[in-house]
């Protein structure tokens, strides 16, 4: 089992920044890939970014290549989200998930955590 708890959301406007983190805990969470997605209202959830524990290889989606940055802190069980350069379509519900494959596939996680908001005002 793995549980994530993701903090550091909140309201921002746009151009500005935030920092996302998710806190795993459980004795295999070091096998993971981890993974931040997003939805928004009636929107389907769509991949951000991943990172494997090892951090040797990152994805992240066009839109935000440039703008937000995943990272982990490996001995703290920490994942993290920088998001610079924000835009109204950037709010969402942000999630941060666990999942076995190496994938940036959402339907490819197996653990989720519940999510935390971010919205961008104009």
């Known amino acids: 089992q793995v549980q994530l708890v993701e903090s550091g959301g909140g309201l921002v406007q746009a151009g500005g920044s935030l920092r996302l983190s998710c806190a795993a805990s459980?004795?295999?969470?070091?096998?993971?890939?981890m993974g931040w997605f997003r939805q928004a209202p009636g929107k389907e959830r769509e991949t951000v970014a991943a990172?494997?524990?090892?951090?040797?290889?990152?994805y992240y989606a066009d839109s935000m290549k440039g703008r937000f940055t995943i990272s982990r802190e490996y001995a703290k069980k920490m994942v993290y989200l920088q998001m610079n350069s924000l835009k109204p379509e950037d709010t969402a519900v942000y999630y941060c998930?666990?999942?076995?494959?190496?994938?940036?596939?959402?339907?490819?996680?197996?653990?989720w955590g519940q999510g935390t908001q971010v919205t961008v005002s104009s």
């Open positions: 998930a666990a999942g076995l494959e190496d994938s940036p596939s959402p339907g490819r996680y197996d653990y």
């Open positions: 990172i494997t524990w090892s951090g040797s290889r990152t």
């Open positions: 459980g004795r295999t969470v070091s096998r993971y890939t």
